[in-house]
């Protein structure tokens, strides 16, 4: 079963606004990531935050992550129409091999 | 770097048919290799894991002799699904563990539709 659990499932803004995504897990992880996937295509790798780090930046974007309530948000400042994709937190259990996928948030930003 | 190409990038196929996908690695080796399978709006669902030379690790529910894999090359894995039907009609969508810190990278997807 997917592991990562992700809020909101569908996000309208208008451009120029932050969209925060959040996500939830299960067990233990080795790290997380955040890819971001447009209409129909593959995916395109964001940013990967270790466990033993809280937070992270990548131009417009800051991961936060929280292993105690084990969940970690994206947040995209001063989006653009071109933000608009699918976007999934995949994480890395410990002990495990496979990278397991959250069912995505969709955004959508008005220009 | 790190660029996962696939081929077709689509593909429509009669009912009964088999079709090949194939997964590449153009700048570097991957001995890991990925196979998802996406429908419409959901998530990426692992399919598979194939490890060059060896046979390929099938996920639960995963028919192995519907799905082949095989992974040749450090830098080729295709994707053969066999007699296809309407219901695996779907995204399919092939990654490669480039090896630096458990980041994929993945391929563009190949549609598949089967009539």
């Known amino acids: 079963s997917q592991q990562g659990e992700e809020d909101p499932q569908a996000l309208s803004i208008q451009e120029g606004e932050n969209a925060t995504m959040n996500c939830s897990y299960k067990?233990?992880?080795?790290?997380l990531q955040w890819y971001r996937q447009n209409s129909g295509r593959g995916l395109v790798h964001l940013i990967l935050?270790?466990?033993?780090?809280r937070e992270k930046h990548s131009g417009r974007l800051r991961v936060t992550l929280d292993t105690s309530k084990k969940s970690s948000s994206l947040l995209i400042t001063a989006s653009r129409a071109a933000d608009t994709a699918s976007y999934f937190c995949?994480?890395?259990?410990?002990?495990?091999?496979?990278?397991?996928f959250g069912a995505g948030t969709r955004l959508f930003v008005k220009a | 770097g790190a660029v996962v190409s696939q081929h077709p990038s689509w593909v429509i196929c009669k009912s009964g048919t088999s079709v090949k996908i194939e997964c590449r690695s153009l700048?570097?080796?991957?001995?890991?290799m990925f196979w998802y399978r996406q429908f419409p709006k959901q998530s990426l669902m692992l399919m598979a894991t194939?490890?060059?030379?060896?046979?390929?690790?099938?996920e639960q529910g995963v028919e192995k002799d519907k799905f082949l894999i095989n992974h040749a090359s450090l830098t080729l894995s295709t994707l053969t699904v066999t007699s296809a039907h309407p219901e695996d009609s779907s995204f399919y969508i092939c990654?490669?563990?480039?090896?630096?810190?458990?980041?994929?990278?993945f391929g563009p997807g190949t549609r598949l539709t089967v009539l």
């Open positions: 194939s490890n060059e030379g060896s046979k390929a690790t099938y």
């Open positions: 990654s490669g563990d480039g090896g630096r810190g458990n980041e994929q990278f």
């Open positions: 067990t233990s992880i080795n790290n």
């Open positions: 935050i270790r466990s033993n780090e």
């Open positions: 700048d570097f080796q991957a001995t890991t």
């Open positions: 995949a994480t890395d259990p410990t002990g495990g091999f496979k990278t397991i």
